[in-house]
């Protein structure tokens, strides 16, 4: 069992900067792919970034690419989404999500299908 809990969310102007966390419980966190998700009001979840086991390997949805990074403390069991230049239409609830398969090769990383634990969300808005 994995319990994830993101933190760090907030309102922030257009341009601004926020920094999220993710905090995991279980023994195991250094063996789980990190994603983080984003759900909008009347919009499907979509994926956003994710990271491998050691964070030698990380993805972004083009969206982000460029502004968003994503890393990891496997020694504090945290994951972290740095996001730089926010937009308002980054505004959504933030997801940190884990893949417990063990397979970084997995084609469809992108869906929330693929992720076997989830935490709570965290709010982002940002205005223009």
């Known amino acids: 069992q994995v319990q994830l809990v993101e933190s760090g969310g907030g309102l922030v102007q257009a341009g601004g900067s926020l920094r999220l966390s993710c905090a995991a419980s279980?023994?195991?966190?250094?063996?789980?792919?990190i994603g983080w998700f984003r759900q909008a009001p009347g919009k499907e979840r979509e994926f956003v970034a994710r990271?491998?086991?050691?964070?030698?390997?990380?993805d972004y949805a083009d969206s982000v690419k460029g502004r968003f990074t994503i890393s990891r403390d496997n020694a504090k069991n945290t994951v972290t989404l740095q996001m730089n230049s926010l937009k308002p239409e980054d505004t959504a609830v933030y997801y940190c999500?884990?893949?417990?398969?063990?397979?970084?090769?997995?084609?469809?990383?992108?869906?929330?299908?693929?992720?076997?634990?989830w935490g709570q969300g965290t709010q982002v808005t940002v205005s223009s």
């Open positions: 999500a884990a893949d417990t398969s063990g397979s970084y090769t997995r084609p469809y990383y992108y869906r929330g299908d693929e992720y076997d634990y």
């Open positions: 279980g023994r195991t966190f250094s063996s789980y792919i």
């Open positions: 990271i491998s086991w050691r964070g030698g390997s990380t």
